[in-house]
């Protein structure tokens, strides 16, 4: 239990937090990963609902996933980190906030390479920004395949509002292609940020 401040009343209470999220010991966290309702805290005092920031060491063994949410960035203990690196099979991902988090469980599920997500979104944010200048810096995120051709359902803040859009699975084989060709852009060993500013050190 930490102590943690409401955003509307500012009254300070104690919440539960989870220094690891084993979804192989208890499966039911998955989904409420998934759905952000493990990291969300109802103020007993005037019902208000918030955010709990804090870190965690996200794991799903059967799948050979691991991220660790480090809120703000900063790096994992240095002793962990290694002994970590040496899992055979694993993807290892550092992420500063929840909704990185939640992105890259569901591109995992999906049976997707989060790399060559990156460079979709890249992809994706060019078109969009020739439409509209002001989604340059989209933040997308990946919600779920859909349909029989397995379109990728996006998401992302513009104007104060939440769009969602659909990008065809052509740009993923498209980028999963051109990283194919191009070894050099893959993430460092260990605990790796795999985000829009690491894609884009590679392409402008």
């Given at each position: 239990?930490?102590?943690?401040?409401?955003?509307?009343?500012?009254?300070?209470?104690?919440?539960e937090v989870r220094e690891s999220i084993n979804v192989a010991l208890d499966p039911s966290l998955k989904a409420r990963v998934k759905d952000g309702?493990?990291?969300?805290?109802?103020?007993?005092?005037?019902?208000?609902?918030?955010?709990?920031?804090?870190?965690?060491?996200?794991?799903?063994?059967?799948?050979?996933?691991?991220?660790?949410?480090?809120?703000?960035?900063?790096?994992?203990?240095?002793?962990?980190?290694?002994?970590?690196?040496?899992?055979?099979?694993?993807?290892?991902?550092?992420?500063?906030?929840?909704?990185?988090?939640?992105?890259?469980?569901?591109?995992?599920?999906?049976?997707?390479?989060?790399?060559?997500?990156?460079?979709?979104?890249?992809?994706?944010?060019?078109?969009?920004?020739?439409?509209?200048?002001?989604?340059?810096d989209a933040a997308l995120k990946f919600l779920r395949l859909e349909g029989a051709d397995?379109?990728?359902?996006?998401?992302?803040?513009?104007?104060?509002?939440?769009?969602?859009?659909?990008?065809?699975?052509?740009?993923?084989?498209?980028?999963?292609?051109?990283?194919?060709?191009?070894?050099?852009?893959?993430?460092?060993?260990?605990?790796?940020?795999?985000?829009?500013?690491?894609?884009?050190?590679?392409?402008?």
């Open positions: 239990m930490v102590p943690a401040s409401c955003k509307n009343c500012r009254r300070t209470t104690e919440i309702s493990l990291f969300v805290w109802e103020c007993p005092y005037c019902g208000q609902r918030n955010l709990a920031v804090y870190q965690t060491l996200y794991h799903d063994p059967e799948s050979k996933l691991m991220v660790w949410l480090l809120p703000g960035g900063g790096e994992p203990p240095a002793q962990v980190a290694d002994a970590v690196r040496e899992l055979e099979g694993y993807s290892l991902r550092l992420v500063r906030e929840v909704g990185e988090l939640v992105e890259k469980v569901n591109i995992h599920d999906a049976g997707l390479d989060d790399c060559v997500m990156e460079m979709v979104k890249w992809v994706t944010r060019q078109e969009l920004s020739g439409r509209n200048p002001e989604a340059a397995n379109e990728l359902v996006m998401a992302f803040p513009l104007n104060g509002q939440m769009q969602v859009l659909n990008v065809g699975f052509n740009v993923y084989e498209d980028a999963r292609g051109i990283l194919s060709r191009n070894p050099s852009v893959r993430p460092a060993e260990g605990f790796a940020r795999v985000d829009k500013d690491w894609i884009g050190q590679f392409f402008r």
